[in-house]
């Protein structure tokens, strides 16, 4: 059993495939194929299970995923805690963040760390909130951007935004300076099923009404294009958008409503990098250099 084949392993279960996982890490997918099945013959047992539609692990494959990720940690912690000792912090720091933060507010942060700890490398994932969770639960990132609330995580805030109503640009309450909550309760709406979900939900509740949902979707782009076709109205953040689509227009919501992302730090003994990072961010927080939030366990 060899280290290079338990770093395969982890790619591609982390990826969901051999193909992303083979580009990541920078070798072929066949190479990448039979590193995992030589490691399957030596252990005997199969640990993936292959689709059309990408891999998934077998039990066997989940308890050795457990194990492989804990031994590479530790292989990688030996260098990287000898150079700390003697002041310098190396190593690999991995990050998932969500489309709208990674341009916005992750990427001068990243660029802080670089310049002042030029030897740490970044492996940067980015997907929906769920993702962002899932793959610090299972320790595929130790760091990952988050909507507030984040019970069970140790939080640093990174900032906020607003949430906006998203409307046709012919519709009759684009004409209005602000959007009252309540009134979006008659529209075909279309949710967001990531981050924004509880969100939005919440401020439904709170206004006292109830969303007619006619759609939900991931991806920002998609509401807005949906919208845009006018086949509802929807509630967005406005992280990351520049300007109205062509065929939307957004406005104030009354009463004012925003939304927190943070820096999400897995539990455990955090890797020199990690602390690294830990330290800048919460330096940035408000606060005086501590974290701004501190959750407790669910």
Known sequence: MRLS??????AVADHGGFTVAA???GMSQPAASRAVAALEAELGAPLLVRGREGVT?????????????????????????VADAAGQVTGELRLASLPTATGTLVAALLRQLTDRHPHVRVRLLEGFDRDVRAWLDRGAVEVGVVTLPAPGFDTVVLGSDELVALLPAGHP????PAVDVTALAGEPFVLSTGG?????LGVAREAGVELRIA???GELSAIEGMVASGLGVSVVPTLGRERDQDGTVTRPLRPRAHRTLALAFAPGDHSPAVAALHRLVADRAPGGGKPAVRADPA
Do not use: K
């Open 5 to 10: 084949q338990l770093r395969v392993l982890l």
């Open 23 to 25: 580009e990541r890490i």
């Open 57 to 81: 692990l077998t039990e066997a494959g989940r308890r050795a995923v457990r194990h492989a990720r804990a031994a590479v940690h530790h292989f990688d912690l030996v260098r990287t805690e």
């Open 173 to 176: 309450l684009a004409a209005a």
């Open 196 to 200: 924004c979900r509880p969100l939005v």
């Open 215 to 217: 759609y939900e979707a």
